[in-house]
Structure formats: C-alpha cells, structure tokens
C-alpha cells in the first residue's frame, strides 16, 4: 500500500498544492482538526446568492502527504460543485480521486480531514 | 534472556510477518504484546473455570471465586500493595475517572487547587478539567524546561502559594518518556502542605510495564495502572490507593450495584466493609484478572530489576544511533542530569526534519516496522513546543538492539521516498 500512497501524482500534489491561501471574499472560513494527530486544516469558501454551490475555494493547512495532496485535489473537484453533491461525496469518492485502490482506517482519516472542513465551511 | 530469540518466541504475534518482512513491533507503549502464558492462562480459564463469582455454591463458582482472589493478591504483590489497596478498573483511565468520582468529586470545593503538568496524557488532564467544572476547584498546570522535563520550581511555588487539595502526576511520560523525580515531588508535597493533606496521584502506565513499583514505598496517595502496557490482557488495569484513605472513607466507590453492598434495603443500603468488594460493581472480568496477574507472575520471573536495566540500554542505544542522522530531531531528554542516570525510560521520540510523522511511520510499516505517530494523547505538550506530530518507538521485554538497528535502517527509506 506504501507504494501506492507515495507515487508520484500524490506527493507532487502535497509539495505543489491548488488552491492554497486565503481567499478574501471568503463567505465562510472553518477549520477541522483530525482529532487522531492533532493536523488541522482551515477552508475559505465562496458560496453563490441562492447558497447552493460553492464558487470558490481556498485553503491552508499542515498534515500528511495523503492529508495534503487529499485536500488540494478536491479543492479543484469542489469549485463549482453543488452543496448537495459535495455532501453526497464518500471515502470511495475520495480513493477515487486520490487513485487509490485500499486505505487504512487511520489513513482513511487524513484523506477524509479536507472534506470534513468543507462540510463544515458549507454548513455555516 | 530479555531482548532475545527464545524470549521473543514466547509472544506467539511475534513472529508474523508484515509487509512480506518480520515484524519488528516497536509500539509497546500503545500496547505491548501479549506471552502465550498469558494467553493461555486465560483460555483455561474459560476452558476449565468458567462461573460467576461469589454466592454461588457450586463447584465452579467456587474455583472461579478462589482464582478471582488469589489473582487479585498475585497483581497487589507484584506493586508491593496490599490486597485491599487495590480495585480492579479498565485501565489507567478509569482509575483516574475513579478518583475524580470517588474522591475528588466531594473532597474539592470551590477556590481549591488541582495541580497537573504540561506533559500529561490525557487521561490525568481532561478528567480533571471535568472535575474542576464540577466542584469549582480550579486546574493549575505546571510547566516543563526545554527538555520537557517537569519545571520543580513552578511545582514549588504553586505549592507554596496556592490552596492545592491534589497534585496528579505522570510517573513516566508516554511522549518523551521522562521519568518524574517522585522522591523529591513528595518531598516538597510534604513540605508545602497545610492544615489537610495533599493527595498525590501518579499516571504509572508507562512506569509500570519499565520500573519496579513498591506502592508504600513510592509514597503517592493514588496509582493507576493499564494491564495491557504490561504484557496483559486490554480492558483490564487497576488503581492502587492507600489503606487509610479506604479506611476513613475519605475514598468513595463511585459505581454502584451488585457485588458492592452488604444490605440492601428500600429505604438504604449499606455498602461491603470489605474494600476489595466495595468497588466492584456488577461481574468483573475475571479471565483479565487471571491474565493480568499470569502477567505479573511472568515479570516477576524476568525480574522487574532486570527489566529496567535492559529498557535503560534500550533508550540509550536508540538515542545514539539517532542523534547521528541529520534530519531526525530528537524530543524530550538526551543528556543526563549531573550525577544522575538518563531519566528517561520506555521510548524514544523524534520529529524527521521536513516529513510529517504520519508519513514516516507508514514508510517503516512497509518495512515491517510498527512505530506510532502523532501527538500521544498529548495535546498540550506537543502544542506547547509547536511539534505538529511526534514519532515514537517504544519498547517491551523482547525488544533488542536489533529492532533498533532495523528502526533506523527503515529510516534511510524516507530519504528514497522522499528523494531527499
């Protein structure tokens, strides 16, 4: 599995994240911590006037490859995208993305950390 | 012999292979594994024993009674405790969450201190933050120097200038391993109290898998214990409190039920007289019992003495084969106080220049290596020296210079994966 989580896609993505900083006009910002090691990631989000999509998106943060590379990646897949389909995206989503075939429960944690801080930017 | 082949062969887990390589477990301070003594102590158990305990006048029940009762005496001796010193708990956790309950909660009132320190694990730090919102006693935290070792002076003087009811302290650190002076902390306990006592608590699951503990003569008030750290089963540990505070009833029980009373009335009930009953609520896991005290019995065979020695080298060994790479910091203690031995005991810890924990010990799974990452159930330290997420390599009877040396091999895999 090792191999797998360290290629090269994933770790160019965590040392060269997207959408990294803040973002001015932000219409909310929330932090969520992975509560197993302490890593902590903050999102800025733009939301559009009916509040039903997400417009824009930022973020910052400090974790894992897998945490990292995770978060940046859906930062792209998230501009855009309705709230209800956001909050519809899963673990195999995420694997997915990330073109992982199998994750650990506790890596499982630091892919998921960036889709909880956006479910919790969208929910306000 | 510790650290050896035939010693290891006696850990059936440790000879499974992960990642296609042999294990080389190095996570003991998580938990540590288990002999086939132990495990076997409690199949036949279950195998041959099997009955609840007390009031029962049959066969089984009688020897499961008798078992239940020698084990108890088995895991009191082996702390140099008396019988009745001990109740059996979950883990270390519950037993500080019984003195919070059965102590704490009606011996601390408003204005009161509770004094705990920078480098607790969890488990002696949110319980107390509870009971501080509970009896409007207020927490104090003691500080750490550069080291992470315990600050005595702030000790002393929030000893000399605050009302403090109880100091609750961790005997060895899970995070940096750091061993707390208990002789000279007591030493200023009892200088600095008042009119009342005040009670000293010691977090002993890490020091008690690594140091022999003599209860009455450590001196601490309260000891909690987790058996799985100490080669026995999960879900079954104790706590160690002196025999006048059963006696005064200055200590409460704190879950309540069958087992624990001597009448029950519609009007009052009047609770066993006998301490190591009056905290036992409901049917307690007796084949844990069994295991933990078969673990005892296989300590004591190696010898607690011997135990730290071989620990002590341990920690020594990995801290010079670390403090040689570059990009590995090292956390907590390196160097001996003047006079003294490294306090320091159980584990190392370090942070890789530039990889993040996590990443690190997933790099040393896929070489069969199981290390842990993160923060350790401690928050505050690790937020108090800015560490992200530490590395720990912690370390049981079986581990030898070998897991070590295969440690810091699997290191030099990071720079490959890295390309550092």
Known sequence: MTNDLYRETIMTEARQPQNYGSLKEASAIRSYINPSCGDSVKVYVKLDQEKKKILDISWEGNGCVISMASMS???AKVKGMSLVKINQLAVNDLKQMLGLKEITPSREKCMMMGLMAIRKAIKG | ???????????????????????????????????????EAISNY????????????HRLADESTKIFRESRDTIASFFRADPEEL???????????????????HQLKEGDVILTSMMEHHANFVVWQEVAKRTGAKLEIIGVDENARLDLDDLEQKLKTLPVKLVALVHVSNATGVVNPVKKILQLIKQHSKDDPIRFLLDGAQSAPHLPINFHQLGADFYAFSGHKMLAPMGIGGLLIKKELLESEEMHPWLFGGGMISSVLPEKTRFNPNSTERFIAGTPDVASVVGLAAACEYLNELDMRKIEQHDRKLVLYALEKLTQIPEIKVIGPVKALSNQSLDRLGSVAFIYQA?????????LDSEGIAVRSGHHCTMPLHTYFGWQATIRASFSVYSSTNDVDALIKGLEKIKQVFKL
């Open chain 1, 73 to 75: 990646f859906l930062s």
């Open chain 2, 46 to 57: 279950y195998s041959q024993h099997n009955a609840n305990i007390h009031r029962g006048a």
């Open chain 2, 87 to 105: 109740i059996i708990t979950r883990n270390a956790t519950e037993a500080i969450n019984g003195v919070a309950y059965g102590w704490a909660d």
């Open chain 2, 1 to 39: 012999m510790l650290g050896s082949k035939i010693l290891k062969s006696q850990f059936p887990i440790l000879s499974r292979r992960v990642n296609d390589r042999p294990l080389v477990y190095l996570d003991n301070a998580a938990t540590s594994q288990k002999p086939l003594k132990v495990i």
């Open chain 2, 355 to 363: 990889v993040h924990a996590h990443d690190v010990s997933q790099i």
